[in-house]
């Protein structure tokens, strides 16, 4: 059964910072992995969908990574804003020909202006 | 982007009654939908995947006659959770996946969220 988990839970960084959020996952035989973004009580925004077959995908100040043999990805935010504070959620497609999405904890992030 | 909406956003009802969450693709049709409970501070659990015209599949220990899913067109999946309780009290999400044909390469849409609380 596929485990995604997130560290930190929660992080907290003042404005300007650069930081790195990671998420593993335990079985590497995945699709893709997508990176979320939630604010409190919403729904989730797409951040970036990175293919089993890539290694990063970037887009503004977000860049996120994928090493898919050691089953880790991160999430780099340059740069960091208030109005980046959420929660970041990680993601897994759980194999080809599937929509099915296993989803990690979370990091919760507050950017301190 | 692919819009999903979710109605309600939130309600409250009495344990026992049943509540009808209804989930829309707006601007493309999803022949398949997801439905995920998500707990304080806990990750989003698929309940079940939703697929128009034909009977919905559940995740290992989701009650189907609890948890009743009706996906009656291209658009619209409803999500009914039958004679509540307050242990139901979740933030209900869906979710569709947008029209592309590879299914691995498609990025999921979700809907705002129902914040659902059983008294």
């Known amino acids: 059964k596929q485990e995604v988990t997130q560290i930190p839970a929660a992080l907290s960084v003042p404005e300007g910072e650069n930081l790195v959020l990671n998420c593993s996952f335990t079985d590497s035989a995945i699709y893709n992995l997508q990176w979320f973004r939630q604010d409190p009580g919403k729904g989730l925004t797409s951040l970036l969908l990175?293919?089993?077959?890539?290694r990063e995908q970037t887009s503004g100040r977000l860049n996120a990574s994928l090493d898919k043999s050691s089953g880790r990805s991160t999430l780099y935010i340059a740069a960091s804003q208030p109005g980046d504070s959420a929660t970041y959620l990680c993601?897994?497609?759980?194999?080809?020909?599937?929509?099915?999405?296993?989803f990690g904890k979370g990091t919760k992030l507050s950017v301190i202006p | 982007g692919a819009v999903v909406s979710q109605h309600p956003s939130w309600v409250i009802c009495k344990s026992g009654t049943s509540v009808k969450i209804e989930c829309r693709s707006l601007d493309f049709q999803a022949t398949t939908m997801f439905w995920y409970r998500q707990f304080p501070k806990q990750s989003l659990m698929l309940m079940a995947t939703s697929n128009e015209g034909s009977k919905a599949t559940y995740e290992q220990g989701v009650e189907k006659d609890k948890f009743l899913i009706n996906h009656a067109s291209l658009t619209l999946s409803t999500l009914t959770v039958t004679s509540a309780h307050p242990e139901d009290s979740s933030f209900y999400i869906c979710s569709a996946p947008s029209a592309r044909g590879d299914k691995g390469t498609d990025t999921q849409y979700f809907g705002p969220g129902t914040r659902l609380t059983v008294l």
């Open positions: 993601a897994v497609v759980r194999g080809a020909g599937s929509y099915q999405l296993t």
């Open positions: 990175i293919q089993s077959s890539q």
